[in-house]
Antibody, heavy 119, light 109 residues
Framework: QVQLQQWGAGLLKPSETLSLTCAVN????????WNWIRQPPGRGLVWIGQ???????YYNPSLNSRVTISADTSKNLLSLNLTSVTAADTAVYYC?????????????WGRGILVTVSS | QSVLTQPPSASGTPGQRVTISCSGS????????VYWYQQLPGTAPKLLIY???QRPSGVPDRFSGFKSGTSASLAISGLRSEDEADYYC??????????FGGGTKLTVL
């Protein structure tokens, strides 16, 4: 059974860089599309971005200038970097698997990791 | 403020049929598939409906998805207490980004 394990720093100061990793246990990154999604406390879901099988990336325009999503297929690791964080970036961050075709849905989610930005 | 508009809350009694609406535009729901997710308290979302009306394996047929024009809806029949959750619609927008609705909190009375 494929499971997604997430880790990363849970507390950041403003202006620091958020770095999260998602490991695909019991499965492979290929040939799926992979996504990061976040959820501010008590609020709805926000799509951050996606990486495809060829390493191509698509980001939410509202975060585009600060976001980098990468994948290490040899280690089955997915990563998210978000620079210059502010309190508005406080959220639970999820990695999520998309299908093998370029369709935008998520059939497997990590448990999420709460990242708090506070001085 | 979400581009996909959902009612913030909905409710029903056990056994009842409830519907949750999702309103969008020609650039998202009007031209792309709609997806629905269920988020139980304290857990990650779960895919409930994909490609407008398809259920993933394991999702009961009590859950149904519909799409017409620039709107979509999720129907839950035979409501159960375990259906109490937040429900989100989602669709790709032709502005090159994915969008979620604001979510609907379903209460089973």
């Amino acid at each position: 059974q494929v499971q997604l394990q997430q880790w990363g720093a849970g507390l950041l100061k403003p202006s620091e860089t958020l770095s999260l990793t998602c490991a695909v246990n019991g499965g492979s990154l290929s040939p799926y599309y992979w996504n990061w999604i976040r959820q501010p406390p008590g609020r709805g879901l926000v799509w951050i971005g996606q990486i495809n099988q060829r390493g191509g990336t698509y980001y939410n325009p509202s975060l585009n200038s600060r976001v980098t999503i990468s994948a290490d297929t040899s280690k089955n690791l997915l990563s998210l970097n978000l620079t210059s964080v502010t309190a508005a970036d406080t959220a639970v961050y999820y990695c999520a698997r998309g299908p093998v075709t370029p369709e935008w849905y998520f059939d497997l989610w990590g448990r999420g990791i709460l990242v708090t930005v506070s001085s | 403020q979400s581009v996909l508009t959902q009612p913030p809350s909905a409710s029903g009694t056990p056994g009842q049929r409830v519907t949750i609406s999702c309103s969008g535009s020609s650039s998202n729901i009007g031209t792309n598939y709609v997806y629905w997710y269920q988020q139980l308290p304290g857990t990650a979302p779960k895919l409930l409906i994909y490609k407008n009306n398809q259920r993933p394996s394991g999702v009961p047929d009590r859950f149904s998805g519909f799409k017409s024009g620039t709107s979509a809806s999720l129907a839950i029949s035979g409501l159960r207490s375990e259906d109490e959750a937040d429900y989100y619609c989602a669709a790709w927008d032709d502005s090159l980004r994915g969008m979620f609705g604001g979510g609907t909190k379903l209460t089973v009375l």
